[in-house]
Structure formats: structure tokens, C-alpha cells
């Protein structure tokens, strides 16, 4: 499926206003479909990095000393930044204890706190 497709699909699901859940999975989305989503969820070899509402991703991993470069695609940069810290245990490992201690990793694990 083109990237084009998945837009045209997305946009038709967004439209129809229901209060839905899609559940979509896209490797490496341009931007004009990262800008429609809701909420972002990031996994890197089974553990969850963000899950929270995709306008707060590049606040969420500028808070943990990672800056994006400007015009760089969002989800382009993140990747960027998990794989980087794949190759550097100690960078991986922050990034894991600062997901537990976010707000959103308790929302997650208590939803019906929210």
C-alpha cells in the first residue's frame, strides 16, 4: 500500500466522525500522516518508550536532551534517537527509566485513573 493509499484511508476513517478507535501500525510515516494521528506509541525491541499524544512527542525527547533538526520528519528523528540509543546501553537505559517515571507510563498502566 502506497503512502498515499494510507492517507486517503485514514482521512476517510477520520471523516466518517465516530468515536472509533483506529489502531494503525506504519513504519516510518511521512509527515503529512504523523500529523493526523492522536496518540503516538513507541517500541523498541518490546519495550514502550512514549505513549502518549503525538503534539507532545518532540517536547516529551527534547525534555530528555534530544533535539530535532528543523524540517526533519518527526518519527524520522525519534527513530533516530532509539537507535542510537540501542548502540549505547546508558542512553537506552535513560530513556527507559524516564518513560516509567513520565505521567503517561502511570496513565497507562492505571486507565482508569484518567
Known amino acids: 500500500m502506497s503512502q498515499q493509499q494510507v492517507y486517503t484511508m485514514l482521512k476517510l476513517f ?3 466522525n465516530t468515536q472509533d478507535a483506529i489502531i494503525f501500525s506504519k513504519h516510518q510515516p511521512r509527515y ?3 500529523k493526523i494521528f492522536d496518540t503516538i506509541t513507541l517500541l523498541s525491541k518490546g519495550d514502550i518508550f512514549y505513549h502518549e499524544q503525538a503534539k507532545n512527542l518532540l517536547t516529551y525527547f527534547s525534555h530528555q536532551g534530544y533535539s530535532r533538526e528543523p524540517h526533519n520528519n518527526p518519527i ?3 527513530i ?4 542510537g540509543a540501542k548502540e549505547n546501553s546508558d542512553k537506552m537505559e535513560n530513556l527507559k527509566l524516564a518513560y516509567k517515571n513520565a ?10 485513573k484518567q
Open 80 to 83: 533516530g534517537v532509539l537507535i
Open 14 to 16: 477520520i471523516n466518517r
Open 76 to 78: 524520522d528523528f525519534v
Open 103 to 112: 505521567s503517561m507510563h502511570q496513565l497507562a498502566m492505571n486507565p482508569r
Open 32 to 34: 503529512s500522516i504523523f
